[in-house]
Every structure is written in C-alpha cells, then in structure tokens.
C-alpha cells in the first residue's frame, strides 16, 4: 500500500519510462498531486492511483506522453 505522505514537494515525477515529466508541487486533499506550474505557467493534477512507487521521486504508471494528455489542467 502506498503512504501517500511520503509524497512531499519538489520531487521530481517520473513516467514509466524513467523520464520526469512534472515536479510536485503539493498534495491537493488525499487524491490528487498538483504539479507545479508548467512552462505556460499552468498547474496540473494528477491522482494518486496513477502512483506506484515512491523512492525520492514519485513514479507513475504510465509514459510521460499519456500522463500529459490525461492529467487535469487547473480551471
């Protein structure tokens, strides 16, 4: 099971490939990571389900590609 308060700000999110994608901003209640501000200057979330590992980067279960595209944009 994994304890999501070992999720902690400015670790670094990682795709299943290995390549970070997006950087922890904080924990947005206890479903949700919101990332921080991407180059155009717009948070992102992504929920916890998607985690699988925690190591001193947050590690995620799909490509980087597909995170992008699926991961929420904040209103």
């Known amino acids: 099971m994994l304890n999501i308060e070992t ?3 400015d ?3 990682v795709c299943s490939n290995n390549g970070q994608f997006a950087v922890v901003d ?7 990571i919101k ?14 389900s998607w985690v699988k590992s925690v190591d001193g980067k ?7 590609a597909q995170a992008m595209k699926e991961w929420r944009t904040e209103a």
């Open 7 to 9: 999720i902690k700000p």
């Open 11 to 13: 670790m670094p999110v």
């Open 26 to 32: 904080h924990m947005e209640g206890k479903d949700s």
């Open 35 to 48: 990332l921080k501000k991407d180059d155009a200057g717009k948070h992102h979330f992504i929920p916890v």
């Open 58 to 64: 947050v590690h995620v279960d799909r490509p980087g």
